[in-house]
């Protein structure tokens, strides 16, 4: 059992990895132009150097979740603190777009491990009393990293060139490193003694790919190809799951769990509407209202501040009221926030583009630490692992999904042009229609927040 000093340690170190990713994903939205430049890559090329990151973390997430609850959280988490700092170092000397997507992607592998053990960890070693508020502290670093990325990562750009922005992610990994190692004693491997499951974990990895890459290379019929693989892998993996002794993902977590089922579809909506909205805005503000990568870093700062002010106050609240009740709050906030980008247009003000970033913000903030709440408080201990796991996932998938959408606007509307003066009217086609979309798909994750079932027995 940890005592205070090992749990306010545990809630640093989360905290630091909780930062890492979040920051690298969204300081590298506003380095797009200048990697664009530098390797004459076309915008759906840009799409893969945010996109093989995902992939990689959604592939990996589920089993190194089932593999830290047998081995324990502590190493695995360890371990992919390390590769993510390694590999963030090979992605700053990457000498091209292709190579670049590589690192990206081992980068993905080491935050799978992050992203399986660390809110498991937490959730862990803080009991339901207090739950609530070490997750909304967990998750306010996750919006510091997407806060002071953007305008960190343009004035880096800037300055230094897009490499810099993964240097910085050097020292903050040694220290976590550091920390852990001196300061966390437990290991927490709930499932000490059981087999991993090799063949349901391949199985699982190889329906993740074939989805994620089909979706990112619709509208192509290939990636219809790619999805109907993902089906036919889907009916084998529900196979070996219920015949294995030591199944990689325990069917009964989702069977009668309507809080954990409905939980993840709101948070893989919730992010499907909302993580290309980076994407779209950097490219919006660079190339067609004309400002440098550390001013549009600086706009869309405006959105994670307010997240991560709310989200630590969301957290205390589900506590101590239903998540559904905060988070569905939330959804409907974050749709009233995304509707106004639909009518962008080269004469927006900047100051409406603000206006309804923190209103995202703050409808976002509301809904992610109660959400994951309900989520981590629906399992027992020894599950909790794959419930990070699949928490990790859907996020990964919804974040796919809204990539997936953006590419999809582009690859119809641009083609494999790269972004000239003689592309922004597609551009902005492209945003708008992204946009309707977004706002539509949050809508439904309205219904699917309010359904859930509850953790405080309502």
């Not at 502590?74 to 990457?94: I, N, P, Q, Y």
């Not at 852990?180 to 059981?194: H, N």
């Not at 913000?361 to 796991?389: D, E």
Request: glycine share 10%; charged share 10%; aromatic share 10%.
């Amino acid at each position: 059992m940890a005592d205070e000093r090992e749990k306010r340690i545990i809630l640093l170190v989360a905290s630091l990895s909780s930062f890492l990713v979040p920051y690298t994903g969204s300081s590298i939205t506003v380095a797009l132009p200048a990697m664009a430049s530098q390797f004459s890559a076309d915008a759906v090329t840009l799409g893969w150097i945010t996109s093989a990151y995902i992939i990689a973390a959604a592939v990996f997430i589920v089993p190194f979740g089932r593999y830290a609850d047998i081995v324990g959280r502590k190493k695995v988490f360890l371990t992919g603190v390390l590769v993510f700092t390694l590999a963030s170092l090979a992605c700053a000397f990457s000498p091209t777009a292709g190579i670049l997507i590589a690192f990206r992607f081992v980068q993905g592998i080491g935050g799978a491990m992050l992203f399986a053990t660390s809110v498991a960890i937490v959730t862990q070693v803080y009991g339901p009393g207090e739950r609530g508020a070490a997750l909304g502290i967990t998750i306010a670093t996750v919006y510091a990293g997407l806060s002071i990325g953007p305008f960190i990562g343009g004035v880096l750009t800037d300055l230094a060139g897009w490499p810099a922005i993964f240097f910085v992610n050097v020292p903050i990994g040694l220290v976590t490193i550091a920390m852990t190692l001196q300061g966390v004693r437990d290991e927490w491997a709930d499932a000490a003694g059981e087999r991993f499951d090799w063949p349901g974990a391949a199985i699982y990895g190889v329906i993740l790919f074939s989805l994620i890459y089909g979706m990112l290379l619709l509208p192509d019929t290939a990636g219809l190809a790619w999805i109907a693989c993902a089906a036919v892998g889907a009916v084998i993996f529900y196979r070996q799951e219920t015949r294995s002794a030591s199944p990689l993902m325990d069917l009964a977590v989702f069977s009668g769990n309507r809080t954990f089922v409905f939980s993840n579809i709101a948070a893989m909506i919730n992010y499907g509407a909302t993580y290309g909205v980076g994407v779209l805005l950097s490219l919006y503000l660079q190339y067609i209202q004309g400002f440098t990568a550390a001013a549009a870093g600086l706009i869309l700062v405006a959105q994670p501040i307010v997240q991560c002010v709310f989200s630590p106050i969301a957290g205390r609240l589900s506590d101590r009221m239903e998540p559904r009740i905060v988070s569905t709050a939330g959804m409907a906030i974050t749709t009233a926030g995304l509707a106004p980008f639909i009518f962008l247009s080269p004469q927006t003000p900047v100051w409406i583009i603000v206006a309804s970033l923190m209103v995202m913000g703050l409808g976002y903030g509301l809904f992610s630490s109660p959400n994951t709440n309900a989520i981590m408080s629906s399992v027992a201990n020894r599950h909790l692992g794959i419930a990070a796991g699949m928490n990790a996932t859907v996020r990964s998938l919804g974040q796919l999904l809204s990539m997936a959408i953006v590419m999809f606007c582009f690859a119809v509307f641009i083609g494999t042009a790269v972004i000239t003066p003689s592309a922004y009217t597609a551009l902005m086609t492209s945003v708008t229609v992204a946009f309707i979309v977004f706002t539509a798909l949050c809508i439904t994750g309205i219904a699917a927040s309010y359904v859930r079932g509850t953790i405080h027995g309502e």
